[in-house]
Each structure stands twice: as structure tokens, then as C-alpha cells.
């Protein structure tokens, strides 16, 4: 019996390897100027301290923090907490824009930034004035004394963001942020964040939670 021998012929094996390897992984960064993540830092432990103070005034007096409490304009704080959100959201969008290298968009998210934060500006003095029109002041009581004076601090910190956001606005005209000199915009947009978040802690603390 004979036997006929096959052979068989394989394809060739090629060993693929990435023609460009990175050699280290890029390792993350902090956004911004480290010296502006001190400054959020302090002022967040401020507005803390803050809080707390509130917090326990307000456990030694709950009837009266919450019977002034339900006296406030929680739609006017609603709206701001919205407008704040949004405020943040285009500043988002203007980074991404700049990292693009579209300086226009930029410019033109900023600018939706910073009339949004006005609104802000608008719908807190319409609350002041009408504060201001029933006789509250820091002396009237202790939930106003923290009223009033938590939301004016905070209130501070916004028109800082709008200086801020405004001064952005301005560099973004010029072409001033792309991908490698992002640093000014970066840390501009942090301190607005900032300013965003003490809000979503402060509405629910001195406007909703009883």
C-alpha cells in the first residue's frame, strides 16, 4: 500500500508590535495653578467652618430656624442653584472649545457664563430687597444673622467669578488659551466651580433641610 505524503504550508506568522509605543504613560495633572487649589481649599474650610456653626446654633433653636426658614423664597434659591449649574456647564464648554483651538466658542461660552452669573447677582438682590423691606437684618436673629451672612459671603465670591470669568472672556477674544497654554483659563474655571459647589451646599442647608 502506498501512501502519499501532503504537505501542508502554513502562512507566514507576522509579529505585530505598535509602531510607536509610549514609553510612559502620561501621568495626570492638577488643573490651574497649584496656588489656586490652596485658595479653594481655605476657602472651603471657611465656608466649613461656616456650617458647622449653623448647623449647631441651629440644633439649640429648631422651632425658630425653622419657622424663618419657611419664610424664604426657596424658588428664588431653586433658580439660582439652576443658573449656577448652567453658569458652570458653559465654562465647561469654553475650556473644551479652547482646547480645540476655537477661540470664538470659547469667548462666546464665557460670555453665556457670565450673563448667567448675573442672573445670579439679579435674583439675590431681589432677595435682599425684599429682606431688607420686611426689617431683617444681621440683629434680627440668629438663623438671619447666619442667613444673611452666609449667602452675602458666598454672594462676594461670586462677583470675584464674574471678575474672573470676565478677564477669561477677554483672553479667549485674543486667542490667548490653546493646548499647551491652557493654565489661565483652568484655573479661572476651578475657582467658579468652587464657587458652584459651596451653593449646592449652602441652598440645601439654610433654604430646604429642616
Not at 106 to 125: D, E, S, Y
Request: charge should be neutral.
Amino acid at each position: 500500500m502506498r501512501m502519499e505524503q501532503t504537505n501542508t504550508v502554513l502562512p507566514p506568522v507576522h509579529c505585530t508590535e505598535p509602531a510607536h509605543a509610549p514609553e510612559h504613560a502620561q501621568s495626570p495633572r492638577l488643573a490651574g495653578d497649584l496656588a489656586i487649589w490652596f485658595f479653594i481649599l481655605a476657602e472651603l474650610l471657611a465656608f466649613g467652618v461656616f456650617f458647622a456653626a449653623y448647623a449647631f446654633t441651629r440644633a439649640n433653636n429648631l422651632e425658630l430656624f425653622d419657622a424663618e426658614q419657611a419664610a424664604l423664597n426657596r424658588n428664588a434659591g431653586a433658580l439660582n442653584t439652576v443658573l449656577l449649574l448652567t453658569a458652570s456647564y458653559f465654562v465647561v464648554r469654553a475650556v473644551q472649545a479652547a482646547e480645540r483651538m476655537a477661540a470664538r466658542a470659547a469667548a462666546n461660552w464665557l460670555l453665556a457664563a457670565i450673563f448667567t452669573g448675573l442672573g445670579f447677582i439679579a435674583v439675590k438682590l431681589t432677595e435682599y430687597a425684599a429682606a431688607f423691606a420686611h426689617d431683617i437684618s444681621l440683629s434680627s436673629s440668629p438663623f438671619h444673622m447666619f442667613y444673611l451672612s452666609l449667602t452675602f459671603f458666598h454672594f462676594m465670591h461670586v462677583i470675584l467669578g464674574l471678575v474672573i470669568l470676565t478677564a477669561m472672556w477677554n483672553g479667549a477674544r485674543r486667542g490667548r488659551y490653546r493646548p499647551g497654554d491652557m493654565n489661565g483659563l483652568e484655573t479661572g474655571a476651578a475657582y467658579w466651580h468652587m464657587v458652584d459647589l459651596v451653593w449646592l451646599v449652602l441652598f440645601p442647608l439654610v433654604y430646604v433641610i429642616h
